[in-house]
């Protein structure tokens, strides 16, 4: 299979058009996160590497006034299109352009796998939360991206791309939010479903994957809250 390998803004410069395709991870993922942003009172949110909006629309339809960061401007322009009602700008999770202390509501979805450690990012995201405020994280599971599933992408032409993900443990997680002042208060590890094993082509792959990874956890999403 022809694959070409991109750094992350080439990747999600190609990746932007066909992003909002089906996606196992995403179908994984995005009951977590709803379930953990059930109930939360209406305010500032921040959508931290928003890519095409998908957390924005969810946060603009709760009530929330939101902001979304992303560094690639591909990603943004669908964000426009897909969560109307977002203030969408570029920016970086290791240097927002947002004030200290002034987010109610922060998220950052399936992001953190993109970058090579997580103390500074995490300590950044907390940097613009009020004290109380909740932060919902979510990214692919470490057992996932330690056993092959890189970001996989198909452009509209039908070429394939990859960008590879970093691994980051659960302990590399817990020891980030401890030292940015945050505490948890859950955690969710949805698991690799039939949709996944069925996205592969048909055939030993497919049928190898079905008994390698069916069931084992596809996602990790953190609930928690800055302390005070
Ligand atoms: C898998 S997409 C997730 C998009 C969106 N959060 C979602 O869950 O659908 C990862 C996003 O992270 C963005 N990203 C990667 N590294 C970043 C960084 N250092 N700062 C901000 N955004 C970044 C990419 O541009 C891309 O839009």
Known sequence: MELEELD????????AETYDDPNPLIEAEEPAVEGFLEGLEAGRALDVACGTGRLS?????????????DTSGEMLSH??????GASLVLGDVRRLPIADGTMDVVVCGLALTHVSTIQEPIA???RTLRQG?????????PVA??????????RGDGTRGVTRNHVHWPGEY???FRSAGLVIDAVAEPLVGESFVEEMSEGETRDAARVAILGLPLALVWSVHKEG
Do not use: C, K, M
């Open 145 to 154: 991206a330690a056993t092959g599933a890189q970001a996989f992408f198909i």
């Open 79 to 84: 964000a426009r299109a897909n969560a109307p």
């Open 8 to 15: 992350v803004l080439g990747a999600y410069a190609s990746w």
């Open 124 to 126: 950044e995201i907390a």
């Open 57 to 69: 629309r969810i946060l603009v339809g709760a009530g929330h006034e939101v902001v979304g960061v």
């Open 133 to 141: 405020g909740r932060l919902i994280i979510s990214d692919i599971h």
């Open 174 to 176: 817990v020891d980030a």
